[in-house]
């Protein structure tokens, strides 16, 4: 059974920074890209940044420059390193890889940047 767990969301500050983790169990993790997506309340869920099973990496305008996407296959996990943060960050952010077959979502992280 292919999992991913997210970790690492919380209350900051504006300007300040987080790094959200999402572990992966049930797939040969190096084989497949990842993605990080967000979803704000009263808005669709959008792709943040995404990184593919070579490294080569992709951001939304909104956050380049700030947010980070790397992974580590030998821990089968994938970061999301977010700094400079502002309050339209906010959201419920999420894992997500998608196999031959269907995608595959972590339950989220919710990550709350206020003052």
């Known amino acids: 059974q292919v999992q991913l767990v997210e970790s690492g969301g919380g209350l900051v500050q504006p300007g300040g920074s987080l790094r959200l983790s999402c572990a992966a169990s049930?797939?040969?993790?190096?084989?497949?890209?990842m993605g990080w997506y967000r979803q704000a309340p009263g808005k669709q869920r959008e792709l943040v940044a995404g990184?593919?099973?070579?490294?080569?990496?992709n951001y939304v305008d909104s956050v380049k420059g700030r947010f980070t996407i790397s992974r580590d296959n030998a821990k089968n996990t994938v970061y999301l390193q977010m700094n400079s943060l502002k309050p339209e960050d906010t959201a419920v952010y999420y894992c997500n890889t998608r196999l031959p077959k269907n995608d595959i979502w972590g339950k989220g992280t919710q990550v709350t940047v206020s003052s």
């Open positions: 990184i593919s099973s070579g490294g080569s990496t």
């Open positions: 049930g797939i040969i993790f190096r084989l497949y890209g």
